[in-house]
Each structure stands twice: as structure tokens, then as C-alpha cells.
Nanobody, 117 residues
Framework: QVQLVESGGGSVQPGGSLRLSCAAS????????MGWYRQAPGRQRELVAT???????NYADSVKGRFTISRDNAKKTVYLQMSSLMPEDTAAYYC???????????WGQGTQVTVSS
């Protein structure tokens, strides 16, 4: 059974930093585009960032220059380094795995990030 397990969420003051991790139990990790999405209360889930196995990245405009997505294919883990956090970054953050050769998608259970003074 595929599992995506997120960690690293928590509470932080505006301007602070957090690093999220997502460990994946995928048999062929490097065939998946990995991503982070977030969902704030009362809002739709939205893309934060994605990264291909080759390292090509894509970011939502709202996080460009503040967040960095990376992956370690040997450890089957994807990371999201978040800096200069703002209250509007408060949301549940979800790890996502999209198989590059089909429409198969997996989701993690989510980890909460709260930015507040």
C-alpha cells in the first residue's frame, strides 16, 4: 500500500521558516512528479510547488522566492523549505505524487502549518 507521510508542520511567527518532509513508500519513486498542495479553511486545495524526477520545479506565484521544493530520490523523500512565512500561508499542507506514465495520484494525510503572531 502506497503511503505518503508528511512531517515538519507546526506553528511559527510571521517571517519565520519551516521545513516540511514527505516520505514516500513508492516502488519507483523517480517516476513520480512530487508536489505540495495546501488547503486553508473554507478554500479549495491549491498547488504550492511541484518537482520532477530530474529536478525541474514549478511554483505558485504566491510562494515564488520564499519556498523551495527539493527531492532526494535515494531516500524517496520530497521537501518543502518555507521561508518568510506569512499568515496567509496558514493551511494544511499535503504531499502529492503523480505517476508520470498514467493518471495515478497519491495524497498524504496532511500536516498543519500555522503562521501567527
Amino acid at each position: 500500500q502506497v503511503q505518503l507521510v508528511e512531517s515538519g508542520g507546526g506553528s511559527v511567527q510571521p517571517g519565520g521558516s519551516l521545513r516540511l518532509s514527505c516520505a514516500a513508500s513508492l516502488s519507483i519513486f523517480n517516476r513520480y512528479v512530487m508536489g505540495w498542495y495546501r488547503q486553508a479553511p473554507g478554500r479549495q486545495r491549491e498547488l504550492v510547488a511541484t518537482i520532477t524526477s530530474a529536478g525541474a520545479t514549478n511554483y505558485a506565484d504566491s510562494v515564488k522566492g520564499r519556498f523551495t521544493i527539493s527531492r532526494d530520490n535515494a531516500k524517496k523523500t520530497v521537501y518543502l523549505q518555507m521561508s518568510s512565512l506569512m499568515p496567509e500561508d496558514t493551511a494544511a499542507y499535503y504531499c502529492n505524487a503523480q505517476y508520470s506514465l498514467s493518471t495515478t495520484v497519491y495524497w498524504g494525510q496532511g500536516t498543519q502549518v500555522t503562521v501567527s503572531s
